[in-house]
């Protein structure tokens, strides 16, 4: 039997939660242990944000061309070298993911473990066969796909999961993907812009994040026109027909199966420890700005908790749960950033602030300012025209609670809007900032003018407000 390895943090799993948790825990201490099971190199920059970035970029590039004539700029039809498209995914990614690795290999030998930890008792890890005896733990160790039952056993290498795409040598001739969240929609059309044969199907009637009962509606529109989209498909039946899955009546290569992910928990032994708080779906319920669970020297962080799975969320949870693990038992409240969340499709989603479908369940009393994008002039000039953006903003007040939108530079507004709602602007704050023109901006602009008129809000003394009506003081 090894002696157990002592330690005051132990740091399960080394994606973007653990690796900020170590570097947070390094402060204040050098008895630190990172395990890794699987991979160090963080789902991001090896099967998450980034591929899927690079493989969203060739297909923006393949639009382009299609697009063109458009302009009066003609061009033959794209031919994609689906070769050279996945060496310049698989090369770029390797790039990343070896920056990630410099980092770690950066790090003390001695700090670092690779092997699978489980809890044997509290305080106590087994890595492998190597004991752990750590003061505080912080588990980090993310998520992975949820696939239907059977699917994988029926399937075999057919069915496949988004890590699997980023290894590929040469795009597929068509694939299947089931699930249309933020993976599935921004995977299924980058596929489709790559001339790839794709079928993306829903379970439910719901396509992509937003919560805006409108907004939704047209984003079920606008990518059903963008490529062939099934809703309500329920949980099918797929099966292998030969070397090829069938699925809804058709041949397709692959299955991608996009179907959300559950957290890394099952397997950590926490059946060893004194019961954990959950909520009524099981998930851990966490302190998110102590990153405590539970009230002894435990900590989690990142996508295993099911909060905002984002990589920046990802990273400041890590940061608060490592900086605490390591002070414990002094755990210091920290503040958590507005909710933020992009799709990279196209046309592009943003949700910032509070969601429609927080606003609605809290029962806060909210106006809307909306804009389409359809006839925006820039958004028109780029031939981007399509999509609508909705501000909330505070009965009585005007403060800005949040936006969702699908269209043209979402991600770019929706950091707009975020910070807003960060710093507590109004809707007249917002509006008292310079708009250039032409801008998508400008369409931002508009949803506040209407949200501002909307709410009849007392106008402010016209030396502190550019915009406000002059009418009364102009006279009849
Ligand atoms: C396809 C895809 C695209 C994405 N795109 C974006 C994007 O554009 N923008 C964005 O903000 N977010 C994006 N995300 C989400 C983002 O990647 C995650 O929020 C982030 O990577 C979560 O980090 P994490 O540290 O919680 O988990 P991970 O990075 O997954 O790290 C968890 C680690 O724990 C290890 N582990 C698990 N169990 C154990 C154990 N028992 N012992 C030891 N180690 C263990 C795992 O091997 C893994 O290395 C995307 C995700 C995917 C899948
Ligand atoms: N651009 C980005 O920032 C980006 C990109 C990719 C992923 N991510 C992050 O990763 C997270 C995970 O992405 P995702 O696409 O796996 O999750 P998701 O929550 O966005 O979508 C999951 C989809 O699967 C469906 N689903 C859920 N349970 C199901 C079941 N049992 N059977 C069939 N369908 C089911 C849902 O209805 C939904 O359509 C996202 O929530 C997001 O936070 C972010």
């Known amino acids: 039997m090894r002696m157990p390895l002592h330690c005051d943090v132990a740091i399960i799993g080394a994606g973007t939660a653990g690796m900020a948790a170590y570097r ?52 033959a039809a794209p031919v994609i070298d689906g070769r050279a498209v996945m060496q310049r995914v698989r090369s770029e990614r390797d790039r990343f993911v070896s920056f990630v690795l410099d980092a770690v290999d950066g790090w003390p030998e001695a700090t670092r473990l690779q092997g699978r930890a489980r809890f044997t008792e509290p305080g106590m890890l087994d890595v492998d066969g190597q004991r752990i005896d750590a003061k505080a733990v912080v588990i980090a160790t993310g998520s992975r796909p949820r696939i239907p039952p059977g699917w994988r056993e029926r399937l075999g290498r057919r069915l496949i999961v988004n890590d699997d795409v980023f290894d590929w ?22 596929l489709h812009r790559l001339g790839v044969r794709v079928r993306l199907f829903t379970r439910g009637q719901d396509v992509g994040p937003l919560t805006d009962p409108a907004l939704q509606a047209l984003a079920r529109d606008l990518f059903g026109a963008a490529l062939p989209l099934v809703l309500n498909a329920g949980t099918p039946e797929p099966q292998l027909d030969g070397d090829q899955v069938l699925i809804g009546g058709e041949h397709f290569d692959l299955l991608l199966c996009a179907a959300g992910r559950e957290a890394n928990l099952d397997d950590l032994g926490l059946d060893t420890l004194p019961a954990l708080p959950r909520d009524e779906r099981g998930r851990p319920r966490v302190d998110r700005h102590t990153g405590q669970w539970g009230t002894g020297p435990l900590f989690i962080a990142g996508d295993v908790t099911e909060d905002r799975p984002l990589l920046h969320e990802a990273s400041d949870a890590g940061r608060i749960a490592g900086d605490n693990a390591a002070r414990w038992p002094k755990v210091h409240r920290r503040p958590r950033r ?14 910032a602030g509070a969601s429609h479908a927080e606003l609605t ?5 909210f106006d809307t300012g909306r804009v389409s994008f359809a006839d925006q002039g820039r958004s028109r000039v780029m031939r981007a025209n399509q999509g609508a953006l909705h501000v909330y903003a505070e009965c009585g007040t005007g403060r800005l609670l949040g936006a969702e939108m699908i269209g043209p530079a979402a991600e770019h507004l929706g950091h707009l809007l975020a910070w807003s709602v960060q710093r507590g602007d109004t809707v007249q704050d917002m509006l008292n900032c310079p708009f250039y023109h032409p ?38």
């Not at 969203?56 to 003609?74: K, M, R």
């Not at 040598?169 to 059309?189: C, H």
């Not at 507005?338 to 949700?351: C, E, K, M, N, R």
């Not at 209407?450 to 009418?471: F, G, I, K, N, Y």
Request: aromatic share 4%.
């Open 24 to 75: 947070a825990a390094s402060r204040h201490t050098d008895r630190l242990l990172l395990v890794e099971a699987a991979h160090f190199g963080t789902t991001c920059a090896r099967v998450g944000c980034m591929p899927s970035k690079l493989l969203i970029a060739a297909a923006a590039a393949a639009h382009a061309v299609c697009e063109a004539p458009h302009f009066g700029v003609l061009a």
């Open 169 to 190: 040598q040469d795009l597929p001739r068509s694939v299947a993907v089931y699930g249309a969240g933020v993976i599935g929609l921004e995977l299924a059309l980058a």
């Open 338 to 351: 507005t909710p933020l969340g992009v799709v990279f499709s196209d046309p592009q989603i943003a949700l």
């Open 361 to 365: 369940a809290a029962d806060i009393a």
């Open 439 to 476: 801008v998508v901006e400008e369409g931002l602009r508009t949803a506040l003018r209407q949200l501002h008129s909307d709410q009849h809000l007392p106008d402010l003394p016209l030396e502190d407000c550019l915009d406000c009506d002059t009418q009364a003081e102009a006279g009849p």
